[in-house]
């Protein structure tokens, strides 16, 4: 079984957002709502700061504190590590929403917790992300974490990279190469 991540090259993403279009659109998301987002931030310190632009979605933690507050079960772990919400119970009681240190949750116009699900139903076909397939710098990595000869592994075990928050302790996937 797979343990699926994604990786975004700092040094090739521009900032376009054709990831969160891809989103959108693949996924059907509310008119008003958006499953990833491109951010800026400011690093480093005067006179040596420079702009960071960040393509930010739900970080499919290994541990997960939305799945182990959720009251339901409707959060929960999927194939390969993703973490999925269950429609049918989720009674949209916003305790994942309060949980996740990241942002990543909404809910949607149906009153159900909806967030990145890594388009895991592009996955189980053989297929990337949507957001993966779009980005038009090939800035996204997405792939195995336990599989060393995948693009994903080779890419983090070359590259310095960092996980955002990682004090929080919720194990992340996603990350950011430097
Ligand atoms: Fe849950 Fe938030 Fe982590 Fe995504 S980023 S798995 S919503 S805690
Ligand atoms: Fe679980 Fe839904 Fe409540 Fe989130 S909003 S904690 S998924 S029941």
Redesign the pocket.
Same mark, same amino acid.
């Given at each position: 079984m797979p343990r699926y991540g994604m990786a975004i090259d700092l040094r090739t993403c521009m900032g376009c957002a054709a990831c969160v279009v891809a989103c959108k659109v693949e996924n059907r998301v509310d008119e008003d709502a958006f499953r990833c987002r491109v951010t800026q931030r400011s690093r480093g310190e005067f006179p040596n700061v420079h702009l960071e632009i960040l393509s930010e979605r739900c970080n499919q933690c290994s541990d997960a504190p /939305?799945v182990w507050? /959720?009251? !339901?079960?409707?959060?929960h772990y999927a194939d390969g590590g993703i973490v999925l919400?269950?429609s049918g119970?989720? !009674?949209?009681?916003?305790?994942?929403?309060a949980?996740c240190p990241y942002d990543a949750?909404f809910?949607n116009s149906r009153g159900?917790?909806e967030k990145c699900t890594f388009c895991v139903h592009r996955v189980r076909e053989g297929l990337q992300p949507a957001c993966v397939s779009t980005c038009p710098s090939r800035a996204m990595i997405f792939g195995d974490l336990d599989d060393p000869s995948s693009g994903l592994s080779r890419a983090l075990g070359s590259r310095r990279h960092r996980a955002l928050k990682p004090e929080a302790g919720t194990t992340p996937n996603l990350f950011y190469l430097e």
């Open positions: /939305c507050n /959720c009251p !339901t079960g409707a959060s919400v269950d119970r989720c !009674t949209g009681c916003k305790a994942c929403l949980a949750r809910i159900v917790a």
